[in-house]
Structure formats: structure tokens, C-alpha cells
């Protein structure tokens, strides 16, 4: 690593600590508990990685859903880095992930029963 990397990640570093220290909302906790719910419970994988467009799954994925960029592990950083101002823009990403679930597995599905 060069030395500016190194004073970036410093500074990063610094700002991590102090943002990391303040307690979570209430409202983030009860987010966090139901993203652990569904990402213990779903066992596919096209809702857990980043979108990957060049696959035949993600393609195939795509042309069923509505909204094919909402994915767990957006979600989950969305959570980490604190970008959710309010629980219902989680819910309805939450919201969003099982619609498109649905339109992709159908009714049948564990997830949908």
C-alpha cells in the first residue's frame, strides 16, 4: 500500500469509530432481527449475491421481476452502512425482495407459504 492509501484508510478508520459508537435506533434493531429471519431462512442464492447481469440465472431472474436490483446483500449494506432513514424504507425494500420472489419461485414456494 502506498502512503495515501494508508492515510485514507486511517481516516477512514477514525470516522468508523466515532459514526460505529452511537447506539442503533430502536427501529434498526427490529430491522437487523427481520433481515436475519430471511437471510437464515432463503436458500437461493440469485437473492442473496449482488446482481450479476452476465448469468443465465440473473437473465432469467430479470425478465420475471419488476425490480431485479434489490438483492440480500444490498439490503445488508443498506443496514451496515446505515443508509435506511426510517423502518418502512426497509420494509419496503423487504417488501419489494418477496414480490420478486414470488414473481420469480410463485405461490408454491417455502418462502411464499
Request: charged share 25%.
Given at each position: 500500500m502506498?502512503p495515501?492509501?494508508?492515510?485514507?484508510?486511517?481516516?477512514?478508520?477514525?470516522?468508523?469509530?466515532?459514526?460505529?459508537?452511537?447506539?442503533?435506533?430502536?427501529?434498526?434493531?427490529?430491522?437487523?432481527?427481520?433481515?436475519?429471519?430471511?437471510d437464515?431462512n432463503t436458500?437461493s442464492?440469485?437473492?442473496m449475491?449482488?446482481?450479476?447481469?452476465c448469468?443465465e440465472?440473473y437473465?432469467?431472474?430479470?425478465?420475471?421481476v419488476?425490480n431485479p436490483t434489490?438483492?440480500?446483500?444490498?439490503?445488508?449494506?443498506?443496514?451496515?452502512?446505515?443508509y435506511?432513514?426510517?423502518?418502512?424504507?426497509?420494509?419496503?425494500?423487504?417488501?419489494?425482495l418477496?414480490?420478486?420472489?414470488?414473481?420469480?419461485?410463485g405461490?408454491?414456494?417455502?418462502?411464499?407459504t
Amino acid at each position: 500500500m502506498d502512503p495515501i492509501d494508508i492515510k485514507i484508510l486511517t481516516l477512514k478508520q477514525k470516522i468508523d469509530q466515532v459514526y460505529y459508537k452511537q447506539t442503533l435506533p430502536r427501529w434498526m434493531t427490529i430491522a437487523w432481527d427481520g433481515f436475519r429471519i430471511v437471510d437464515n431462512n432463503t436458500h437461493s442464492v440469485i437473492f442473496m449475491l449482488p446482481d450479476d447481469p452476465c448469468t443465465e440465472d440473473y437473465q432469467d431472474y430479470a425478465l420475471k421481476v419488476e425490480n431485479p436490483t434489490i438483492n440480500l446483500e444490498t439490503i445488508k449494506q443498506k443496514l451496515q452502512y446505515r443508509y435506511y432513514t426510517s423502518l418502512q424504507e426497509f420494509v419496503n425494500e423487504m417488501m419489494t425482495l418477496f414480490d420478486n420472489w414470488v414473481a420469480y419461485k410463485g405461490e408454491n414456494s417455502k418462502m411464499y407459504t
